[in-house]
């Protein structure tokens, strides 16, 4: 069993940053690929970005290439998430997401656990 838990969300401006953080629970989790994904209100959850077991591998949707990076720290069990330039297209919950495998899934049904969310909020 796997427990996450994000941190970071809030209020910002346009054009600003912010770094989201998800703890893990668990021994599983540097065997685990991760992923964050967003939810805005009235939109499917999308896939923002993802990082295999070794932080090796990393993946962005479109819209956040050049912006975001993804990053984990397997001796603290956190993944990360800096997001700069944000927009306000970028104001959604953001959730992270863990796997049982270690390679990268954009698919969210294939991600077995899921932490409660963060929201973020970019002001224009």
């Known amino acids: 069993q796997v427990q996450l838990v994000e941190s970071g969300g809030g209020l910002v401006q346009a054009g600003g940053s912010l770094r989201l953080s998800c703890a893990a629970s668990g021994r599983t989790f540097s065997t685990s690929a991760m992923g964050w994904f967003r939810q805005a209100p009235g939109k499917e959850r999308e896939i923002v970005a993802g990082?295999?077991?070794?932080?090796?591998?990393?993946y962005y949707a479109d819209s956040m290439k050049g912006r975001f990076t993804i990053s984990r720290d397997n001796a603290r069990n956190t993944v990360y998430l800096q997001m700069n330039s944000l927009v306000p297209e970028d104001t959604a919950v953001y959730y992270c997401?863990?796997?049982?495998?270690?390679?990268?899934?954009?698919?969210?049904?294939?991600?077995?656990?899921w932490g409660q969310g963060t929201q973020v909020t970019v002001s224009s």
């Open positions: 997401a863990a796997r049982r495998r270690g390679g990268i899934s954009t698919e969210s049904d294939e991600y077995a656990y």
């Open positions: 990082i295999n077991w070794s932080g090796g591998s990393t």
